[in-house]
């Protein structure tokens, strides 16, 4: 078919229709893994006509969505999608097909989809149709977004965050243990948001042990966004009478643990709805890193927020896991013999420090969230 298409949109107006398709595309940050999070705005005659984003579990997919309000003004219509739409038969039918049924004239699309199924073949697909496809608005943004699902299809692994509440001085607790609270309230419910917006929470049996936690988002309307929590428990310390245990038939518990426990020792926790996963463990029997990430991204997870203790960010930044920080700092100083947020390193120079940049620094409250990326 014929398709007029109007002389493109201005570099303006295209930036400002892809600023909404990420906006809606952030919306599924930790919701929709294994797959990436995906906004689409349908425009017609400058009006918006349909608004779309990936749907919790990764289904349906944006563009569909968007289609469907559009109904008939999707003919001839720009299409702004924040990644390539999909050229494969998975679960749906192709989303370039669905593009190229509906009769659009153009689509806008901000990143290449790197899963081999697509990488490519959705945009080519648009343009033997005769669709016009313009590439690379806000590719950066659109990377960064799904910078997760990136990862876990090019290295297998998920994109690691690590996340510390400390002093001014880098400490988490007295000597005692005292720890409540160090950060202020805004600063935990600021905590809560960062939880939702990953596909999993990883701590170690210490702090499983030390806290009782429970690891879900409680803040009012997200209670039903907690992600799954991963707890690193190379000797199975975990009791079955911990809150993570008595909640993992209502949220998912994985227990990353070292091969080769007695199956009834196991059955106490899948008897319980936790799953037990099995992952390497270097020569002091301590679980691997690489290794446990390896596990967790081969279930499709694309975003783990590791939560502590000490010895697990230790174990993550010295195997050069950590990809971000998102560290609040509160403006207490409780001094060296107060408890660090990260283990000894023990490192022999100072060049083999691990670096970050900063990205951010945002107020919180009476507290400071700080975040930077992997140099
Ligand atoms: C799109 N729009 O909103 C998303 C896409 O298992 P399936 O069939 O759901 O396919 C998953 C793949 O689809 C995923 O790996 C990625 O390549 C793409 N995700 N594509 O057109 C979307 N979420
Ligand atoms: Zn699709």
Known sequence: HGRNAAPPPDARTMHLHMGAALALARRGLGRVWPNPTVGCVVV????????????????PHAEPLALAMAGEAAHGADVYVSLEPCSHYGKTPPCADALVKAGVARVIAAAVDPDPRVSGRGLARLREAGI??????RRDEAEALNAGFFSRVRTGRPLVTLKCATTLDGRIALASGESKWITGPEARRRG???????DAILIGSGTALADDPTLTCRLPGLEDCSPVRVVLDGSLRLPVTSALVRSAKAVPLWIVTSPGHDPDRLEAFTGHGAEVLEAACDESGALVPEAVLNVLGARGITRVLVEGGGRVAAAMLRDGCVDGLAWFRAGKVIGG???????????DRLTAAPEFAPVSFTRVGDDVLEVLEKR
């Open 192 to 198: 809560h948001l960062l939880r939702c917006a990953h």
């Open 44 to 59: 017609k005659d400058g009006h918006v006509v349909g608004r779309g984003f990936t749907q919790p579990g990764g289904r």
């Open 132 to 137: 016009e496809v313009v590439e690379g608005v």
């Open 337 to 347: 013999d107060g408890r660090a947020a990260v283990a000894d390193l023990a490192l």
